[in-house]
């Protein structure tokens, strides 16, 4: 047996304690702690309020893996990786807090996924997720600050792709904490918008709103997608909605938004798009290990062009530019008349 190879095999059975060790270094904030120079266990320990020696096996195990160094008198520093952790802007800290909590117990359950087509978090937790999230304040708040990370992001790359001199009037459906809809606003002093979301995902908008200096451009609005869309808008927005639903509630999604647009309007997804053939690469295994996180908690999907166009075409909607931005694509539809 090939020893690298080996060596990588079993690095990918043994993922599953590096991410447990990540979700509670990152919960103590330990990345922060260690961001201005080394410390040592004990000062660790004391500061997080967990034991010494424990901590310091997690730390030494994350060493093995890039998370941290380990000095000559056995203190711990940050690495780039590290600070990919650390509790600001843009970062993955809120998602390793997140996914190991409520991905985790889902994906031991993939074998049903597989025998069933049904999505394993509602096998494990009773329900569909959406309306766990409804009844639980403290995993909304986690999903919350997750989805405003992940936009932070990668907004400015929307920002700088698609072109919003055109539109006077833009409405970030399924919005959160409009952390998209703040950074377009922000670029584009001409525009006015607004955030449409549950109440669950508004708790924090109004603020977040008023921290990036838009609030006085952008209302926020409580509703349902599935339900109807304020309508009057230039721009529908829906950034990363549609992967998290099937083909039927997803076509019911964008013709609820159809029917909220005038005839000039048009609407953009934000979304990865699915590739043609999988390769090795770090794109492809972001779209593809997303599309298995979707399979397995929601029941949704990430799609390629063709799949998008369908969707629109059974929504009353025509595929129109797919620009890239980043990681992520733009996708423009425009609603078919007469």
């Keep these: 047996m090939d020893s690298e190879a080996a060596d990588r095999a079993f690095t990918l059975i043994d993922g599953f304690r590096a991410t447990q060790g990540v979700r509670v270094v990152s919960e103590l904030k330990i990345p922060d702690l260690v961001a201005d120079g080394p410390k040592s266990p004990a000062e660790l320990a004391e500061a997080t309020g967990v034991l010494e ?9 994350l060493v093995s893996v890039g ?31 997140m996914l190991p909590r409520e991905g985790y117990a889902s994906f031991a359950e993939l074998m049903y996924t597989l025998q069933t087509g049904k ?21 909304a708040a986690r999903f919350n600050i997750a989805m405003q990370r992940w936009t932070e992001q990668i907004a400015s790359d929307v920002v700088d792709a698609y072109d919003f001199s055109s539109v006077e009037s833009l409405i970030d459906v399924g919005g959160g904490t409009g952390t998209l809809a703040a950074a377009i606003l922000a670029a584009n002093p001409h525009l006015r918008g607004a955030v449409f979301d549950l109440p669950a995902g508004l708790t ?56 909220a647009m005038d005839e000039g309007a048009r609407l953009v997804l934000v979304e990865r798009l699915m590739p043609t053939r999988a390769a090795e690469t770090a794109r492809d295994r972001r779209a593809t290990f997303i599309d298995l996180h979707m399979m397995v908690m929601l029941g949704g999907r990430e799609r390629n062009t063709e799949q998008f166009s369908a969707l629109f ?26």
């Design 53 to 61: 020696d424990p901590l310091r096996r997690v730390l030494q195990a």
């Design 67 to 97: 998370v941290f160094e380990e000095t000559g008198d056995g203190r711990f520093g940050a690495t780039a990786i590290s600070e990919c952790f650390t509790d600001k802007a843009g970062t993955l800290r809120a998602w390793a807090v």
């Design 119 to 139: 999505p394993a978090y509602d096998k494990v937790f009773g329900e569909p997720r959406f309306e766990s999230l409804s009844k639980d304040p403290e995993s």
């Design 204 to 259: 924090d908008t109004e603020g977040y709103l008023r921290s990036a200096g838009v609030s006085d451009r952008c209302e926020v609005v409580q509703g349902s997608f599935f339900e109807s869309v304020p309508s009057g808008f230039d721009l529908y927005v829906l950034k990363s909605i549609i992967h998290d639903w099937s083909d039927e509630q997803s076509v019911a999604i964008l013709s609820t938004c159809r029917a």
């Design 313 to 338: 075409d059974a929504s009353g909607l025509r595929l129109g530019r797919v620009v890239e931005a980043g990681d992520m694509y733009v996708i423009e539809a425009e609603p078919v008349v007469g």
